[in-house]
C-alpha cells in the first residue's frame, strides 16, 4: 500500500497544486493531510477548496484551531500591515469546515497476523502545538508511542522532516517509526521546494520491523516567485515572502 502524507500547506495555492501534481505521478493508494491549511500566505479558501475537491481526508492544525480564538477579537486589520490578516481571509464555510476537523486519525493494519496502528497528528498525539523534534530523547519518544498505542507516529508543524526508527525495549526486534512530513507550503531547513512524503507498506513485511516500511522525502519545484510576491502586495509582513524564498 503507498500513502502520500502531507501538512503545512500555510495558504501556499502555487506549492499545493505543485504538490497535488506530483503526487498524482506517484499514485498513491491514499492521501492524508495533517493540518495547518491556513496562515502565512493569501489563498486559505483556494487551498481549502482544493484539499476537499480531491477528498483528501484531514485533521487540524493549530494555525486552523486559532480561528476560534479569533472569531472573537476586534482587530481591524484592513489598513495596516499583520500576521492576523492571513485568518480574516478566510471564508465562512472555509472556517466551519476546519473548526469541525478532528485532531487525530487513526489507522490500524493486520500484517503478519499482528496488529500494527498508525497515528496521524499535526503536533504530537499529547499537544496540537508539540514541536516532536529529531533530536528528542529516544525514551521520551517511545513512551509517547506506547502510551498511545502506535506502531507509527506520523505529524508535521515543525516543518521539518525526517524518519526515526526506535527499538521499542520491550521486544527485541520491535521498532517503532516516526515520520515527520516537513511542510508543503512553508519549509525550514533551508530548501524552498515544498515537500510531502510517501510511505510504502510491504503486505509481507511487519511494520515493526527496520525495513517493514519505505519513506520517501519528495521535494517539488514551484513558483516561489508568484506566492512571495503575493505577499508582498497584501497586508502580510514581508518577512513571510523573504522566509518563501529562503525555505525558512
Not at 503507498?2 to 499545493?16: F, G, Q, R, V, Y
Not at 491514499?30 to 483528501?56: A, H
Not at 499583520?82 to 476546519?98: C, F, P, T
Not at 520491550?170 to 530548501?191: C, F
Request: charged letters at 25%.
Amino acid at each position: 500500500m503507498k500513502i502520500a502524507l502531507l501538512s503545512d500547506i500555510h495558504a501556499n495555492l502555487p506549492a499545493l497544486e505543485a504538490v497535488l501534481a506530483d503526487i498524482e505521478k506517484q499514485k498513491p493508494d491514499t492521501i492524508y493531510c495533517l493540518g495547518d491549511f491556513i496562515g502565512y500566505n493569501v489563498w486559505p479558501n483556494q487551498v481549502i477548496e482544493l484539499i476537499r475537491k480531491n477528498r483528501i481526508a484531514s485533521i487540524a492544525g493549530n494555525h486552523d484551531l486559532k480561528l476560534a480564538k479569533l472569531l472573537t477579537k476586534q482587530d481591524n486589520c484592513s489598513t495596516k500591515e499583520s500576521s492576523d490578516y492571513a485568518y480574516q481571509l478566510v471564508g465562512n464555510k472555509e472556517r466551519n469546515y476546519l473548526l469541525t476537523l478532528p485532531r487525530h486519525l487513526r489507522i490500524e493494519f493486520q500484517l503478519e497476523n499482528t496488529s500494527q496502528n498508525m497515528l496521524l497528528v499535526h503536533g504530537s498525539p499529547r499537544s496540537i502545538n508539540e514541536y516532536l523534534l529529531e533530536d528528542l530523547p529516544e525514551q521520551y519518544m517511545i513512551d509517547m508511542l506506547q502510551e498511545f498505542n502506535a506502531n507509527m507516529l506520523c505529524f508535521g508543524h515543525s516543518h521539518k522532516s525526517y524518519h526515526r526508527i526506535l527499538n521499542s525495549g520491550k521486544e527485541a526486534n520491535k521498532r517503532l517509526h516516526l515520520i515527520n512530513t516537513g511542510s508543503v507550503g512553508k519549509p525550514k531547513d533551508g530548501d524552498p521546494r515544498a515537500g510531502y512524503v510517501i510511505i510504502t507498506i510491504n503486505p509481507l513485511s511487519n511494520i515493526s520491523e527496520k525495513d517493514g516500511i519505505q519513506v520517501e522525502f519528495i521535494r517539488v519545484e514551484y513558483d516561489v516567485e508568484k506566492a512571495a510576491q503575493a505577499v508582498e502586495v497584501s497586508l502580510l509582513p514581508d518577512s513571510f515572502a523573504d522566509n518563501l524564498r529562503k525555505g525558512y
